[in-house]
T-cell receptor, first 115, second 112 residues
Framework: DAGVTQSPTHLIKTRGQHVTLRCSPI?????VSWYQQVLGQGPQFIFQ???????GRGNFPDRFSARQFPNYSSELNVNALLLGDSALYLC??????????????FGEGSRLTVL | GNSVTQMEGPVTLSEEAFLTINCTYT??????LFWYVQYPGEGLQLLLK?????DKGSNKGFEATYRKETTSFHLEKGSVQVSDSAVYFC???????????FGQGTRLTINP
């Protein structure tokens, strides 16, 4: 069975540009979460979606937005990119809201470099 | 607020050595605690978890005990292997919360 898939795996943007990252959850999983992992740090929570509704938002500026589609895939959008947005962006899925087992299944991430 | 602190890495050991990676946390209420592992070129995966005080999580020879009195969840393994080389993350989730709070990670390298 396919795990969580993310695209693109690597990308380079310049300051001020916009980026869209995509995530397909494990089949049957209805919840998707996004995390930002800056080099040398642990992942930081950005968003969680369940059944196409936002269920949680971390401490990130409004330049960050996300949505979940009817097939439960998700997009993370970041506008007006800053150098500090350079990071590994992780998508994770779970069968239901994270309030259940608490286990998340992570993809390998999209590495964004902002020049 | 909620936070997780891990021992700083990197940690380098010889094969068959005893491993301890320290993790302490600050949280309101009664969080669930987790260890995630990230092998080279792979996504994070759950290694073990504990949901209440004095619970012991275990998997693949690794163990960690939820110690409420010391707010700790240290990861241990009696005899490490080269294949255990990875980055290990301690994390917590508060009751009712939608997010995991991660520590900064500890890079472990095991030499043959």
């Amino acid at each position: 069975d396919a795990g969580v898939t993310q695209s693109p795996t690597h990308l380079i943007k310049t300051r001020g540009q916009h980026v869209t990252l995509r995530c397909s959850p494990i089949s049957g999983h209805k919840s998707v979460s996004w995390y930002q992992q800056v080099l040398g740090q642990g992942p930081q929570f950005i968003f969680q979606y369940y059944e196409k509704e936002e269920r949680g938002r971390g401490n990130f500026p409004d330049r960050f937005s996300a949505r979940q589609f009817p097939n439960y895939s998700s997009e993370l959008n970041v506008n007006a990119l800053l150098l500090g947005d350079s990071a590994l962006y992780l998508c994770a899925s779970s069968p239901g809201p994270i309030g259940g087992t608490g286990e998340l299944f992570f993809g390998e991430g999209s590495r964004l470099t902002v020049l | 607020g909620n936070s997780v602190t891990q021992m700083e890495g990197p940690v380098t050991l010889s094969e068959e050595a005893f491993l301890t990676i320290n993790c302490t946390y600050t949280a309101t209420g009664y969080p669930s605690l987790f260890w995630y592992v990230q092998y080279p070129g792979e996504g994070l995966q759950l290694l073990l978890k504990a949901t209440k005080a004095d619970d012991k999580g275990s998997n693949k020879g690794f163990e960690a005990t939820y110690r409420k009195e010391t707010t700790s969840f240290h990861l241990e393994k009696g005899s490490v292997q080269v294949s255990d080389s990875a980055v290990y993350f301690c994390a917590l989730r508060n009751q009712g919360a939608q997010k995991l709070v991660f520590g900064q990670g500890t890079r472990l390298t095991i030499n043959p």
